[in-house]
T-cell receptor, first 112, second 110 residues
Framework: DTAVSQTPKYLVTQMGNDKSIKCEQN?????MYWYKQDSKKFLKIMFS???????INETVPNRFSPKSPDKAHLNLHINSLELGDSAVYFC???????????FGEGSRLTVL | DAKTTQPTSMDCAEGRAANLPCNHS???????VYWYRQIHSQGPQYIIH???NNETNEMASLIITEDRKSSTLILPHATLRDTAVYYC???????????FGTGTRLTIIP
């Protein structure tokens, strides 16, 4: 069983479109994250949710809207896509016992 | 999170021990040292963490200096599959914001 799963794995779209990436974890963790890894390979935190509540928002443009319908899911919706949004987006969940992060396999977004 | 400093890249011969250093001179008393790695473009993978004692698991060993200002991740018998970017992070359990630096790109040479 995949602990943290993201869909889709690949997404190619045009500028101006709206797209969503879904994330689900079956680990029972309360805390989930979205990270962005750009072409320079920097891994930057975007959002963190704890039990459906937003706790970290790293000054991400408001075109990005995370939604957590329940603590096992954290979806990322992006409006009016721009070229600079092209990146790999990683979802993660964190165990409170050791602080360990479990990452998904990533969703590669390409904006043309 | 306290900042960490790691070498940009390192090479290691296959079968030898890979020793990856990390400086974290501003670490506070309740912050742990975590190591992750990212193989190619896969999701980062947890390796090990520790507070002040040395730790060992099936993947690696973590040696933390007595003053806790630096640490070394040891892969005892490196294989080609250990080629990856290795990230050293310091954080306490209550801090939800885990910040990744630039890491060390480790290349295992046949």
């Amino acid at each position: 069983d995949t602990a943290v799963s993201q869909t889709p794995k690949y997404l190619v779209t045009q500028m101006g479109n709206d797209k969503s990436i879904k994330c689900e974890q079956n680990l029972g963790h309360d805390t989930m994250y979205w990270y962005k890894q750009d072409s320079k390979k920097f891994l930057k935190i975007m959002f963190s949710y704890n039990n459906k509540e937003l706790i970290i928002n790293e000054t991400v443009p408001n075109r990005f809207s995370p939604k957590s319908p329940d603590k096992a899911h954290l979806n990322l919706h992006i409006n009016s896509l721009e070229l600079g949004d092209s990146a790999v987006y990683f979802c993660a969940s964190r165990t409170p016992y050791t602080g360990e992060l479990f990452f998904g396999e990533g969703s590669r977004l390409t904006v043309l | 999170d306290a900042k960490t400093t790691q070498p940009t890249s390192m090479d290691c011969a296959e079968g030898r021990a890979a020793n990856l250093p990390c400086n974290h001179s501003t670490i506070s008393g309740n912050e742990y040292v975590y190591w992750y790695r990212q193989i190619h473009s896969q999701g980062p993978q947890y390796i090990i963490h520790g507070l002040k004692n040395n730790e060992t698991n099936e993947m690696a060993s973590l040696i933390i200096t007595e003053d806790r200002k630096s640490s070394t991740l040891i892969l005892p018998h490196a294989t080609l599959r250990d080629t990856a970017v290795y990230y050293c992070i310091v954080s306490d359990f209550g801090n939800e914001k885990l910040t990744f630096g630039t890491g060390t790109r480790l290349t295992i040479i046949p």
